[in-house]
């Protein structure tokens, strides 16, 4: 197993087993030993070979081809137990409500996993609470309690805490909840996405009013034009980063399981939609491991799918879950996530620029395949050990539809922590840099990229003054002694304009069950009409949410794509 220096760091501080004095008591190799055994344990429940199977999930994490969410490599086979990364937990307008769920975010926390939750059922600032006679708060004063007891809670768990908050645009308190991030210190531990309907966009792109409705009685309570609230997001994310949208109806349009309730939140990164009480455990496949010859390795790729769908799905069985509920809704829709690492490599391996036609055409190629096979793993799954749980009435339920072992086959991740791991480029981003500082748990890594040294080297560009150059910029933009067809192989984040980073979302959502993390990354000159041309546009596009980080803007939150896989 070849691990880099910053692997082996980050394995140190996060991952790997520690005694009672924090000194670490395993190796990587221990690690992936320990997960592959507990994993394969669920095999015995239908009679399969577990040790065959441990082997062959050891081989596919070792040769890091495949690597499941954290919660599963910090967590398995630990008495904790806890695997799935992604969490939705419901907030119902009382106070019991209220604080149970507090309580239960309080468990998932500390096992490592990520929470979403909408407040748009809570009622407005100002509203009369009947039972006492007293004046409501509003769901930004609860928001700020959830912050500061996951301040709290983190200090003592392995990995950031991380929420999502979600309202919805019709709650008359849209505008509080937009403009919170702006003030300096605000909800620190919450990325924060506003619900955005059809009936909002059409209003928006109409130039009309819509209704802002009371989500205690659902009558209508008052109405605004929508480009007054448009142009509160767009300022608040061109500030902040926060919020982003998320298209709600059109991730209700492809809810697996409507019989079973409506999707009102996503997991911290946007990426995981989920019903109440519903967890999902993620995998992704590092694709620069695929590239062979100048070509990608479609066989080897469709073998390692297989093994990644029965990985996830018999970390189902063996989890032990933070609350009966989660358990129940898990084990009934049997949601998995497979996405993908590695992306912007394989393009370099190929000799695609990231933004090139070729590219989004191969994107939506290669997620066809990922959720093609995925989808036939369930269905062999599904042959063997039955359907999920809650199959009738889903979407699945008819005469032209397969019978899936799984709700949800393919989600896209950020693989923030993941990819440092494989020593790839995180999720379907491109490279933000071609050398730079990062920081992970006080850890500070320096990297830069092996694929721009060995091109170097080959094509004999590399030297000292070369290497210099790209260290302090951290890009190849206007480094003359680099060919023009390198600097533009190797165009990163910023160079790359918002429109093509929607285009790639677009093109592998077209192929995800679930949704896709990426961030759309602004440089720091850019104007608020790019924030709302970004914004329209990804709606425009088909993707089911989006997120802007205009560089350098100001920052009181968690960074988007860090610490969330």
Not at 89 to 116: C, H, R, W, Y
Not at 174 to 202: C, H, Q, Y
Not at 456 to 471: D, I
Request: with cysteine.
């Amino acid at each position: 197993m070849e691990l880099t220096e910053n692997a082996l760091k980050v394995l140190h501080a996060r991952y790997l087993l520690k005694d009672e004095k924090g000194n670490v008591i395993e190796t990587p190799d221990d690690m992936f030993r320990r997960v592959a055994r507990n994993i394969a344990a669920a095999e015995k429940l239908y009679n399969e070979d577990a040790l065959y199977w441990e082997n062959r999930f050891y081989d596919i994490m070792t040769s890091l081809k495949f690597l499941p969410n954290s919660p599963t490599l910090m967590n398995a086979g630990k008495s904790i137990g806890q695997l799935a990364a992604c969490f939705v937990l419901p907030v119902e307008d009382s106070m019991k409500s209220i604080f149970d769920t507090l309580k239960n975010a309080a468990l998932i926390l500390q096992s490592g996993g990520g929470t979403g939750f909408s407040f748009s059922r809570l009622r407005p600032r100002a509203d009369i609470v009947r039972s006492t006679g007293g004046i409501a708060s509003g769901p930004v004063s609860f928001m700020k309690i959830y912050n500061t007891a996951t301040e709290v809670i983190k200090q003592g768990g392995a990995r950031r805490g991380a929420n999502m908050g979600i309202l919805r645009i019709d709650h008359p308190d849209i505008v509080e909840f937009i403009r919170i991030k702006r003030r300096e210190g605000e909800l620190t531990n919450f990325n924060i996405s506003v619900a955005v309907t059809d009936e909002f966009m059409e209003a928006l792109k109409n130039d009309r009013e819509y209704e802002l409705k009371s989500p205690r009685s659902g009558e209508v309570v008052g109405s605004i034009r929508a480009k007054i609230i448009f142009d509160e997001i767009v300022e608040s994310a061109w500030e902040t980063g926060d919020p982003g949208l998320i298209f709600i109806d059109r991730i209700n349009r492809t809810n697996p399981t409507p019989h079973i309730g409506m999707i009102e939140s996503t997991n911290p990164c946007g990426e995981q939609p989920l019903l109440p009480y519903e967890a999902c455990v993620l995998g992704s496949l590092n694709l620069s491991k695929y590239v062979k010859d100048k070509d990608i390795d479609y066989d080897a790729l469709a073998d390692d799918i297989k093994i990644a769908v029965r990985f996830l799905d018999d970390a189902i069985d063996v989890n032990i879950y933070p609350l009966p509920e989660i358990e129940r809704m898990h084990k009934g829709n049997r949601k998995i996530g497979l996405g993908v690492m590695g992306w912007a490599d394989m393009l370099i391996l190929l000799n695609i620029p990231y933004n090139h036609k070729k590219a989004f055409e191969l994107a939506r190629k290669v997620m066809k395949f990922v959720r093609d096979k995925s989808r036939e793993a369930s269905v062999e799954l599904a042959e063997k050990r039955g359907v999920f749980l809650n199959f009738k009435g889903s979407i699945y339920d008819a005469p032209d539809m397969p019978k899936v072992r799984n709700a949800t086959t393919t989600t896209i991740a950020p693989t923030g922590t993941l990819s440092v791991i494989a020593d790839c480029s995180s999720g379907i981003e491109p490279l933000f840099a071609i050398a730079y500082k990062r920081l992970v748990l006080d850890t500070e890594l320096h990297e830069i990229n092996k694929y721009f040294i060995e091109i170097a080297q080959r094509r004999g560009f590399y030297s000292e003054t070369v290497m210099n150059k790209v260290f302090r910029t951290g890009n190849l933009r206007g480094i003359m002694e680099i060919p023009a067809d390198v600097r533009r192989l190797f165009k990163t984040a910023l160079e790359i304009p918002p429109e093509d980073h929607i285009e790639m979302q677009a093109a592998f959502q077209e192929y995800t069950d679930n949704a896709v993390s990426k961030t759309i990354n602004l440089p720091n000159k850019a104007k608020k009409e790019d924030v709302e041309r970004a914004f329209i546009l990804a709606y425009d596009k088909g993707v089911k949410g989006i997120t802007i980080f205009r560089y350098g803007a100001k920052r009181g939150t968690l960074v988007k794509f860090a610490d969330a896989d």
